[in-house]
């Protein structure tokens, strides 16, 4: 399956139902008068978000969605039928946008949450509505409302307990293949990765999302490299992974410049709690590594974890920092108060 994570998509509800022109025709009853029912309401546009999903790629091949029309009113003051909702099923993370992607219409992070989106128009009024004392044939009727219309944005922004973030070829793909069940493509060149990939991390008895995002350039934050969106998918994250390549020219530079775009881009992601590890430690003597290791400490102001994805160092040492980061254990010892409180029937 593709993987898709915007699609602009147009959106009507149902218009509503015209009301009746009619009038009360039976054997023996002198004066009728007018009965003509009301038109049905237009169905509603409702968006629901449901487990399961990852991605939006259906929304690439069907851009229009349109709600049926409420049904025409009918004599003896029938009411028309209302028009089906049409529901339009969405991944957990979407985000709907305005047209200029400047405005957040709805934020669906929770599976099950259905939203009324665009509201389906009043049915017509009947000509049994406008009878009077003075007007005692009315003729008239309502045509129904119009229904609601615009064009959107749908953009995904996966939800994980944990994000790496990392230049290219830092790591990245090797490790989430080494924690997870994820197959993410490693090659020794940059930008193996083209599209987020997820993985689920069972440590110590307790499991949380990882998230991979492809590898952040200088001016990610701007668009480059398509980096912005790439960064809307960790903007959820309860932790931040970051891996420097121990084999790069300058593995303090490559940090900043990570560090650099996360602040630049903004939305919290500069102040998310972060986990630091030099990553392919096994292809650098041990003096070196911890050499590198300490110029990052100072850099960073943080702990930096010495780690090899690929060869299996430091994996323990690394998941049991974000286990203890996204889910902290419960002290030990704790007193039940339920269980110590004295019975009281009320």
């Known amino acids: 399956m593709h993987f898709l994570d915007q699609a602009k998509i147009f959106l009507r509800s149902g218009h509503g139902g015209p009301g009746a022109v009619s009038f009360r025709r039976e054997k023996f009853l002198e004066?009728?008068?007018?009965?003509?029912?009301?038109?049905?309401?237009?169905?509603?546009?409702?968006?629901?978000?449901?487990?399961?999903?990852?991605?939006?790629?259906?929304?690439?091949?069907?851009?229009?969605f349109r709600a049926p029309r409420g049904k025409g009113g009918a004599g003896s003051n029938r009411t028309g039928a209302g028009g089906d909702d049409l529901i339009i099923k969405v991944p957990v993370g979407t985000q709907i946008l305005s047209e200029d992607k400047e405005e957040v219409l709805?934020?669906?992070?929770?599976?099950?949450?259905?939203?009324?989106?665009?509201?389906?128009?009043?049915?017509?009024?009947?000509?049994?509505?406008?009878?009077?004392?003075?007007?005692?044939?009315?003729?008239?009727?309502?045509?129904?409302?119009?229904?609601?219309?615009?064009w959107v944005w749908l953009r995904l922004?996966?939800?994980?307990?944990?994000?790496?973030?990392?230049?290219?070829?830092?790591?990245?793909?090797?490790?989430?293949?080494?924690?997870?069940?994820?197959?993410?493509?490693?090659?020794?060149?940059?930008?193996?990765?083209?599209?987020?990939?997820?993985?689920v991390v069972r440590h110590q008895g307790?499991?949380?999302?990882?998230?991979?995002?492809?590898?952040?350039?200088?001016?990610?934050?701007?668009?480059?490299?398509?980096?912005?969106?790439?960064l809307g998918h960790i903007e959820r994250c309860k932790v931040l992974l970051h891996l420097v390549d121990a084999t790069a020219d300058k593995p303090v530079d490559n940090?900043?410049?990570?560090?650099?775009?996360?602040?630049?881009?903004?939305?919290?992601?500069?102040d998310k709690p972060e986990v630091i590890a030099l990553n392919k430690v096994d292809?650098?003597?041990?003096?070196?590594?911890?050499?590198?290791?300490?110029?990052?400490?100072?850099?960073?102001?943080?702990?930096?974890?010495?780690?090899s994805g690929a060869g299996g160092d430091g994996i323990e040492t690394v998941l049991d920092r974000l286990t203890a980061l996204i889910a902290p254990p419960e002290p030990a010892g704790t007193p039940d108060m339920a269980e110590d409180a004295p019975w009281s029937p009320v």
């Open 31 to 64: 004066y009728g008068g007018p009965d003509g029912g009301d038109g049905g309401k237009g169905g509603d546009i409702v968006f629901e978000a449901v487990p399961g999903l990852n991605t939006l790629i259906d929304f690439r091949y069907t851009q229009h």
């Open 106 to 150: 709805a934020d669906f992070t929770e599976p099950g949450v259905r939203t009324v989106f665009l509201r389906g128009g009043d049915g017509g009024r009947g000509n049994a509505s406008y009878k009077s004392s003075t007007n005692r044939a009315p003729r008239q009727h309502g045509t129904g409302w119009p229904g609601q219309e615009m």
């Open 157 to 199: 922004k996966l939800l994980a307990d944990a994000g790496l973030v990392g230049l290219p070829n830092a790591g990245k793909s090797t490790f989430i293949n080494a924690v997870t069940n994820a197959k993410a493509k490693v090659g020794d060149y940059p930008f193996t990765t083209v599209r987020p990939q997820l993985g």
């Open 206 to 230: 307790r499991e949380f999302v990882l998230a991979d995002i492809p590898g952040l350039i200088e001016g990610a934050a701007d668009g480059a490299g398509i980096g912005d969106r790439f």
């Open 255 to 270: 940090y900043r410049i990570v560090r650099g775009e996360l602040e630049a881009y903004g939305a919290g992601l500069e």
């Open 283 to 307: 292809a650098v003597e041990p003096a070196e590594a911890k050499k590198l290791a300490t110029k990052l400490k100072r850099a960073s102001k943080a702990e930096v974890l010495l780690l």
